[in-house]
T-cell receptor, first 115, second 117 residues
C-alpha cells in the first residue's frame, strides 16, 4: 500500500507521560501536514512541512508539542506531559506542490486517549 | 474571520436516491478554494471534490457534484444515486486565508450521512 501510514493507530497513556506519533507520507509528496480532530468536530490544522522545513505552526501547537521531519520523508509528532485535553485523533496528510492546494491525502489517524 | 458552517448534524437517504449536504462559508478573500472530504468509520479523510472561487462551472466528480452559489456563499455537495458505502461523515472545508498554495484548511463540523437499504 502506498498511501499515508500512521503509527500507532491507538495510544492510551496516563496524564503526564510523553507520546510520539509517526507519519509516513506518500513517497513523492513533499508537503506534510498534521491536523487534530476531537470527537464530533472537524479537523483543525496544527502544522505543516515542505520537505524538512516546518513552515507554519498553529497557535494550537503549544510548547508541549513538537513536530519534526528530519529528512523530508517521515514525520514525528511528540506531545510531552500529556493532559486529558490532548485526547483526540491526530491526522497526518501529505500533498505535492504541483497538485491542487488543499487536495490532501490523509492517513487513518492516531487516536490518543489520556487517562 | 473565515468560517465554514454545516448545519445538518445528520442526514438519512434511501439507497439509489440523491442527497444534498449543505455548506455555507464566510470569507472576505476574493480568491478561495472549497473542498469536500468524506470520513468513513476507518478514520481516513478522503478528498471528494474541489471548487475554485473563480471557476465558472460547478465542479463534478462522478456521482459527486458541488452546487456553488457564490452570492449566497454556499457550496452544497450533491451525491447522486446513493450507495450503502456512502454512509460516512462529510466535511466541507476552505483554504485558510493567506494559504493560497498550501493545504492549510478550515473544516466545518461535518454531517453524518446514513444510507438506508
Amino acid at each position: 500500500d502506498t498511501g499515508v501510514s500512521q503509527d500507532p493507530r491507538h495510544k492510551i497513556t496516563k496524564r503526564g507521560q510523553n507520546v510520539t506519533f509517526r507519519c509516513d507520507p506518500i513517497s513523492e509528496h513533499n508537503r506534510l501536514y498534521w491536523y487534530r480532530q476531537t470527537l464530533g468536530q472537524g479537523p483543525e490544522f496544527l502544522t505543516y512541512f515542505q520537505n524538512e522545513a516546518q513552515l507554519e505552526k498553529s497557535r494550537l501547537l503549544s510548547d508541549r508539542f513538537s513536530a519534526e521531519r528530519p529528512k523530508g520523508s517521515f514525520s514525528t509528532l511528540e506531545i510531552q506531559r500529556t493532559e486529558q485535553g490532548d485526547s483526540a485523533m491526530y491526522l497526518c496528510a501529505s500533498s505535492w506542490t504541483a497538485g491542487v492546494p488543499g487536495e490532501l491525502f490523509f492517513g487513518e489517524g492516531s487516536r490518543l486517549t489520556v487517562l | 474571520a473565515q468560517k465554514i458552517t454545516q448545519t445538518q448534524p445528520g442526514m438519512f437517504v434511501q439507497e439509489k436516491e440523491a442527497v444534498t449536504l449543505d455548506c455555507t462559508y464566510d470569507t472576505s478573500d476574493p480568491s478561495y478554494g472549497l473542498f469536500w472530504y468524506k470520513q468513513p468509520s476507518s478514520g481516513e479523510m478522503i478528498f471528494l471534490i474541489y471548487q475554485g472561487s473563480y471557476d465558472q462551472q460547478n465542479a463534478t466528480e462522478g456521482r459527486y457534484s458541488l452546487n456553488f452559489q457564490k452570492a449566497r456563499k454556499s457550496a452544497n455537495l450533491v451525491i447522486s444515486a446513493s450507495q450503502l458505502g456512502d454512509s460516512a461523515m462529510y466535511f466541507c472545508a476552505m483554504r485558510d486565508h493567506g494559504s493560497s498554495n498550501t493545504g492549510k484548511l478550515i473544516f466545518g463540523q461535518g454531517t453524518t450521512l446514513q444510507v438506508k437499504p
